[in-house]
């Protein structure tokens, strides 16, 4: 572990254990996300457009995509069962859509869901607990926090079916990553 003067300097990028640090985020982020709608509604205070949400929805989305290229810096022969799997789940679909438009401003890739994906708030001013937080996509407005669960489960749903990542023991010698939220 690098020191200075002595001391250790903690969890840094030359600690990482790989792919399972990016899952461990988008469990993270997904935790914070249903939190942060939770007290969204709990407080209904909709004078204000509550960015919180929506930045933290937008980490989550860039984060749970960008776990296929952190599972692919580790093992790279997995690339076109990835990318098969990734544009076969319509919610993964879904995320990699969010994820490029939000980190671009707009799609810069073909987009993967034959549809413009938006980001809606339902309002309910007398009973703020009844607003929503919707994505608006081919199939219809979905539930934020339904999707986010969904691409996670989604993702739970192809590491359980690769051996190289369920085998316990990856490239780093650290265990597998435990099903469910860690």
């Not at 469990?27 to 909709?46: C, P």
Request: with cysteine.
């Amino acid at each position: 572990m690098p020191e200075i003067l002595g001391t250790p300097l903690g969890i840094g990028w030359d600690r990482n254990q790989g792919w399972k640090d990016q899952y461990e985020r988008m469990h993270r982020w997904r935790r914070q996300l249903v939190a942060e709608i939770e007290r969204e509604s709990k407080e209904g205070d909709w004078s204000a457009w509550p960015n919180r949400v929506w930045d933290t929805a937008f980490a989550f989305f860039q984060t749970a995509y960008h776990l296929k290229d952190w599972i692919l810096a580790d093992h790279p022969e997995l690339r076109p069962m990835l990318e098969h799997a990734v544009n076969a789940s319509p919610r993964l679909a879904l995320c990699a859509d969010i994820c490029n438009g939000t980190k671009h401003r707009a799609v810069t890739r073909k987009p993967r869901v034959p549809a413009n994906v938006v980001g809606l708030r339902e309002f309910a001013p007398d009973v703020p607990s009844r607003a929503r937080w919707l994505v608006l996509g081919p199939d219809g407005p979905i539930n934020l926090d339904v999707l986010a669960n969904d691409v996670v489960l989604a993702w739970e749903h192809i590491l359980q079916q690769v051996p190289e990542l369920t085998s316990g023991a990856s490239d780093d010698g650290a265990s597998a990553p435990p099903a469910g939220d860690p």
